[in-house]
């Protein structure tokens, strides 16, 4: 079983940055995949950003430039690094992390608020 716990959200002006951190703790795969999703008020949850064992990434279109995924050696701790933020990136923000049998775990999310 896997647990993972977001930390870092808050509410801040456009243009502003914020670091969300996810520390998974359970069952750790080094061939874990981790990604950042995000949800707003009255969409679907998207993808943001995804981070492969082997340290790929890819980012949604919207992000890309903005916000940076990485993690530590250990696929324990998962950043997500968010700059120049917008209000349209406001939302809830979920830690995914799937195990190398596909089998996905979502930590409780994190509120970003992006307003002036």
């Known amino acids: 079983q896997v647990q993972l716990v977001e930390s870092g959200g808050g509410l801040v002006q456009p243009g502003g940055s914020l670091t969300l951190t996810c520390v998974v703790s359970g069952s750790v795969y080094n061939n874990n995949v981790m990604g950042w999703y995000r949800q707003a008020p009255g969409k679907q949850r998207e993808l943001v950003a995804r981070?492969?064992?082997?340290?790929?990434?890819n980012y949604a279109d919207a992000v890309k430039g903005r916000f940076t995924i990485s993690g530590d050696n250990t696929v324990t701790t998962v950043w997500l690094q968010m700059n120049t933020l917008q209000p349209e990136d406001t939302g809830v923000y979920y830690c995914?992390?799937?195990?190398?049998?596909?089998?996905?775990?979502w930590g409780q999310g994190t509120q970003v608020t992006i307003s002036s």
């Open positions: 981070l492969t064992s082997s340290g790929g990434t």
């Open positions: 995914n992390v799937v195990n190398p049998w596909g089998q996905s775990s």
